[in-house]
């Protein structure tokens, strides 16, 4: 089970059972998570997200959770946004990553260091060879965020900035620093 955390941060699985105690009732989700859950979490990008993912829990009951809430550690717990590798890796070994922070906790470093926790975890696991992403081109907090976790953007299309990070990439930026 997907278990990532940063200095800051943890990222927090979202199963199945999680995902219904937040349609039952926030505060059951805040109680399972042992933290609060602002009444603007999830936000408008990830909200439609839910029901998919649990529609996927009911068709595989024991396939792994590959989406977490993200949770900012050291005093008050707090859920601040969502982060994943929308459904795992695909037969080549590729996961596209994902990711929202609430507005309050935007421009804080949050998304950035949350990514590369999951990007390192994602590559420790062997099966995963590599992430890509996309976003608004003009975006430029996730711009910020892709290009701070070592991702190279690839090429536009329309609206849409596509970005990617091998492990061989990954590996050489670890060694270099």
Not at 43 to 60: A, I, K, Q, S, Y
Request: hydrophobic share 40%.
């Amino acid at each position: 089970m997907m278990r990532v955390r940063s200095s800051r941060l943890s990222l927090e699985p979202l199963t199945a059972s999680l995902i219904r105690s937040f349609f039952r009732d926030r505060r059951e989700m805040a109680e399972a998570l042992n933290a609060r859950v602002p009444a603007d979490w999830p936000g408008p990008d990830f909200e439609p997200v839910l029901p998919l993912l649990l529609d996927g829990f009911m068709r595989e009951p024991g396939h792994d959770s590959w989406d977490g809430a993200i949770i900012l550690e050291g005093g008050e717990r707090v859920v601040i946004g969502a982060m994943g590798l929308k459904g795992g890796p695909d037969k080549e070994g590729t996961v596209d990553i994902g990711y929202n922070i609430l507005p309050a906790y935007q421009n804080q470093g949050y998304a950035s260091e949350m990514a590369r926790a999951l990007v390192a975890w994602a590559f420790e696991r062997g099966d995963i060879q590599k992430v890509i992403a996309d976003c608004l081109y003009d975006n430029q907090g996730s711009i910020r965020v892709l290009e701070k976790v070592g991702m190279k953007r690839l090429y536009q299309d329309g609206n849409l900035l596509h970005w990617s990070l091998t492990r061989e990439e990954w590996e050489a930026a670890q060694h270099q620093s």
